[in-house]
């Protein structure tokens, strides 16, 4: 099950280094970063001028999307372009069912990208369909008849290709015999790395792409996994695709990047955001830049477990206490004593007030200094310090490790006790194996934070200890997103791999815009991310490229508009259909670009009305949500 060097201390796995033009990709190169453009690459000066953005952005990287050969071969306009700008940056041609693309693409830029679902297999129909091992391996033959074209190009001119799966386009041969699963995926991408290393090509790069932060996870887990079995070590592109914008889009990419890069996966990644592309440069700069500074961080201390299957999500079993652990849903915990010392009174508006109680964004347990001096909103429990503590309803106490040993409260009502890894002695350990009423909040400062909460779990697990725990990570952010990214991929992480009964976040930096809001939000956006408590709308969307043939930007703030009422509802907005249907696996309905200002509609992934003109569409999904029973109106 080994998919990294160190699941305890943090060093980058060393890939194979490729060539990108001039910019050298992985091996002990820096990790590299690129977006892509969403102009159309017929438009010459716009994908220019676009271009050039990015790369004043800080990107290494620049992709473009090729559909048609006419635009392949205006690549070479725009790259002349750009150099004539002094810009040198290496251009990524993006390319779906089109094998002549590529080979046309491939003369110009420094990079082709084709999608192993669709670059030789004609467009996933989602049907079962039967291939005998004979049948099989002539599908096998003909991919790779298509592909020799491509590898003698390349090869010729020195262009690495990457060989870019998505969860939402794989063929219906992989998904019959696969299914559409992280594992299907990964064999869809090791065709095509086999037939590359039957011809002696190595300049090669590899993503496996979803939107589902959980799937992508372990589909580059396994893929690491399947390269070292098979002996290769090409390097990996990171990505969640169709992430969103705004909080979510960040909170979404660093869950599902941050939880690799934590373990040293990744060599060039691509945040990708429904905005201007350029926006996606700083925020991918930032999670690299996070996690680069792990090097050297203090040891951690390695578990003897090892029957955690990280390919898998299992949900680490725990007893309830109150509402937390067991079957409940992962509890959200906000300290407010950094926030109301002065004015105690406004926490019951802030906690449920109506905005946020709309959305279900309301705490479950409030951290106090003292006893409250108002009214408890309904829903809503308190932790107060031992020494402060009174017994009263729904608040409990809160005590520290040395109160934990030192007291005799093992007949007392529920309470909580905050420890940290370094307290996890066998004095520890064997009382708390007696403890049924605690829960526990487990508070790291290891700079490699995800990998000192596994670590934690591990230890419970290796000792059958099942109590309750609650996430608990601080920072010190005066930036609302410095803090979002950062929240969400130490700790988002950790529910990826079924770890946590809660989340607590906290933020120590004076004059901050880290607001108490700010930090519910995060948390709740953190666990809905992470797949494991809904608690608003989802939408999954693209960033839009040159296939996406209407405003995307605007459409998708028309639908969050008219939709985001609607808790528990997934709400997908594509630009096209390479991966339209696909990505929407597990959306309840779909907005899919189908040509110019025209929509398709889908209700999961069937088609329901096709070529709907985009003034009508918004209201046409409204109306879709309303025959099959989804819809209700706001409050």
């Given at each position: 099950m080994?998919?990294?060097?160190?699941l305890?201390?943090y060093?980058?796995?060393?890939?194979?280094?490729?060539?990108?033009?001039?910019i050298a990709?992985?091996?002990?190169?820096?990790?590299r970063?690129q977006?892509?453009?969403?102009?159309?690459?017929?438009?010459?000066e716009?994908?220019?001028?676009?271009?050039?953005?990015?790369?004043?952005?800080?990107?290494?990287?620049?992709?473009?999307?090729?559909?048609?050969?006419?635009?392949?071969?205006?690549?070479?306009?725009?790259?002349?372009?750009?150099?004539?700008?002094?810009?040198?940056?290496?251009?990524?041609?993006?390319?779906?069912?089109?094998?002549?693309?590529a080979?046309?693409?491939?003369?110009?830029?420094?990079?082709?990208?084709?999608?192993?679902?669709?670059?030789?297999?004609?467009?996933?129909?989602?049907?079962?369909?039967?291939?005998s091992?004979?049948?099989?391996?002539?599908?096998?033959?003909?991919?790779?008849?298509?592909?020799?074209?491509?590898?003698?190009?390349?090869?010729?001119?020195k262009?690495?290709?990457?060989?870019?799966?998505?969860h939402?386009?794989?063929?219906?041969r992989?998904?019959t015999?696969?299914?559409?699963?992280?594992?299907?995926?990964?064999?869809?991408v090791m065709?095509?790395?086999?037939?590359?290393?039957?011809e002696d090509?190595?300049?090669?790069?590899?993503?496996?792409k979803?939107s589902?932060?959980?799937?992508?996870?372990?589909?580059?887990?396994?893929m690491?996994?399947?390269?070292m079995?098979?002996?290769?070590?090409?390097?990996?592109h990171?990505g969640?695709?169709?992430?969103?914008?705004?909080?979510?889009g960040?909170?979404?990419?660093?869950i599902?990047?941050?939880a690799?890069?934590?373990d040293?996966?990744?060599?060039?990644i691509?945040?990708?955001?429904?905005?201007?592309?350029?926006?996606?440069?700083?925020?991918?700069?930032k999670?690299?830049d996070?996690?680069?500074?792990?090097?050297g961080?203090?040891a951690?201390?390695e578990?003897?477990f090892?029957?955690?299957?990280?390919?898998?999500?299992?949900?680490?079993e725990?007893?309830a206490?109150?509402?937390?652990?067991g079957s409940?849903?992962?509890a959200?915990?906000?300290?407010?004593?950094?926030?109301?010392?002065?004015?105690?009174?406004?926490?019951?508006?802030?906690?449920?007030?109506?905005?946020y109680?709309?959305?279900d964004?309301?705490?479950?347990?409030?951290v106090m200094?003292?006893?409250?001096?108002?009214?408890?909103?309904?829903?809503?429990s308190?932790?107060?310090?031992l020494?402060?503590?009174?017994?009263?309803?729904?608040?409990f106490?809160?005590?520290?490790?040395?109160?934990?040993?030192?007291?005799n409260?093992?007949e007392?009502?529920?309470?909580?006790?905050?420890?940290?890894?370094?307290?996890l002695?066998?004095?520890f350990?064997?009382k708390?194996k007696?403890?049924?009423?605690?829960?526990?909040?487990?508070?790291t400062?290891n700079?490699n934070?995800?990998a000192?909460?596994?670590?934690f779990f591990?230890l419970?697990l290796?000792?059958?200890?099942?109590?309750?725990v609650?996430?608990?990570?601080?920072y010190?952010?005066?930036?609302?997103?410095?803090?979002?990214?950062k929240?969400?991929?130490?700790?988002?992480?950790?529910?990826?791999?079924?770890?946590?009964?809660?989340?607590?976040?906290g933020?120590?930096?004076?004059?901050?815009?880290?607001?108490?809001?700010?930090?519910?939000?995060?948390?709740f956006?953190?666990l809905?991310?992470s797949?494991?408590?809904?608690s608003?709308?989802?939408?999954?969307?693209?960033?839009g490229?040159?296939r996406?043939?209407f405003g995307?930007?605007?459409?998708?703030?028309k639908?969050?508009?008219?939709?985001?009422?609607?808790?528990?509802?997934?709400?997908?907005?594509?630009g096209?259909i390479?991966?339209?249907?696909?990505?929407?696996?597990?959306?309840?309905?779909?907005?899919?670009?189908?040509?110019?200002?025209?929509?398709?509609?889908?209700?999961?992934?069937?088609l329901i009305?096709?070529?709907?003109?985009?003034?009508d569409?918004?209201?046409?999904?409204?109306g879709?949500?309303?025959?099959n029973?989804?819809?209700?109106?706001?409050?």
């Amino acid at each position: 099950m080994k998919y990294c060097n160190n699941l305890y201390n943090y060093s980058r796995f060393e890939s194979r280094e490729v060539t990108i033009g001039s910019i050298a990709l992985g091996g002990k190169n820096p990790i590299r970063i690129q977006s892509m453009n969403n102009t159309n690459t017929l438009d010459t000066e716009n994908s220019v001028e676009q271009a050039k953005r990015i790369a004043d952005a800080g990107a290494d990287y620049v992709r473009l999307t090729a559909p048609g050969t006419k635009d392949a071969e205006n690549l070479q306009q725009i790259k002349q372009a750009l150099l004539e700008a002094g810009y040198t940056i290496p251009l990524i041609a993006d390319i779906h069912f089109n094998p002549q693309a590529a080979i046309i693409a491939a003369q110009f830029v420094e990079k082709v990208r084709i999608n192993p679902g669709n670059f030789a297999d004609k467009r996933a129909s989602f049907a079962k369909v039967e291939f005998s091992d004979q049948e099989y391996a002539q599908e096998l033959d003909r991919i790779h008849e298509k592909l020799l074209p491509l590898l003698a190009i390349c090869k010729q001119r020195k262009v690495a290709l990457r060989i870019g799966t998505n969860h939402g386009s794989l063929s219906d041969r992989i998904m019959t015999r696969y299914g559409d699963t992280p594992h299907g995926m990964v064999e869809s991408v090791m065709e095509f790395l086999r037939l590359c290393r039957k011809e002696d090509f190595h300049n090669l790069v590899i993503s496996l792409k979803a939107s589902n932060t959980r799937v992508m996870i372990q589909a580059y887990r396994l893929m690491v996994n399947k390269m070292m079995l098979e002996g290769m070590n090409y390097p990996l592109h990171l990505g969640v695709t169709e992430a969103g914008e705004g909080e979510d889009g960040r909170i979404k990419s660093a869950i599902g990047i941050g939880a690799l890069l934590a373990d040293g996966i990744g060599d060039t990644i691509r945040v990708s955001l429904t905005e201007e592309p350029e926006y996606e440069v700083p925020v991918a700069k930032k999670l690299v830049d996070y996690f680069s500074a792990r090097l050297g961080h203090e040891a951690i201390r390695e578990s003897i477990f090892t029957d955690k299957n990280p390919f898998k999500y299992e949900k680490r079993e725990s007893f309830a206490v109150q509402t937390v652990g067991g079957s409940n849903v992962p509890a959200v915990m906000v300290e407010a004593k950094h926030f109301f010392r002065d004015n105690l009174s406004e926490i019951g508006y802030i906690l449920k007030g109506e905005t946020y109680h709309k959305q279900d964004i309301s705490a479950d347990f409030l951290v106090m200094e003292n006893m409250p001096n108002f009214q408890l909103p309904q829903g809503l429990s308190v932790l107060v310090p031992l020494e402060k503590y009174k017994p009263q309803q729904n608040i409990f106490p809160l005590l520290s490790l040395k109160e934990f040993l030192r007291e005799n409260m093992l007949e007392a009502s529920n309470f909580f006790v905050e420890i940290s890894f370094l307290g996890l002695n066998d004095v520890f350990l064997q009382k708390i194996k007696f403890a049924k009423n605690v829960v526990l909040i487990f508070k790291t400062k290891n700079t490699n934070r995800f990998a000192e909460i596994r670590a934690f779990f591990y230890l419970l697990l290796e000792n059958e200890i099942t109590n309750p725990v609650i996430v608990r990570n601080d920072y010190f952010e005066q930036n609302i997103e410095d803090f979002q990214l950062k929240s969400a991929a130490d700790t988002g992480a950790a529910f990826i791999d079924g770890f946590g009964d809660g989340i607590l976040l906290g933020n120590e930096a004076k004059n901050s815009s880290v607001t108490i809001q700010t930090m519910l939000q995060t948390s709740f956006g953190i666990l809905q991310a992470s797949r494991v408590r809904v608690s608003k709308t989802e939408y999954i969307s693209c960033p839009g490229c040159g296939r996406t043939l209407f405003g995307l930007q605007e459409t998708t703030a028309k639908v969050r508009a008219r939709t985001s009422h609607l808790k528990g509802l997934k709400i997908a907005v594509m630009g096209c259909i390479v991966n339209g249907p696909g990505e929407m696996a597990d959306a309840d309905y779909g907005y899919v670009g189908a040509g110019v200002n025209k929509i398709n509609l889908y209700k999961g992934q069937n088609l329901i009305k096709r070529g709907i003109a985009q003034a009508d569409a918004v209201d046409e999904l409204i109306g879709l949500i309303k025959e099959n029973g989804d819809w209700f109106d706001a409050e």
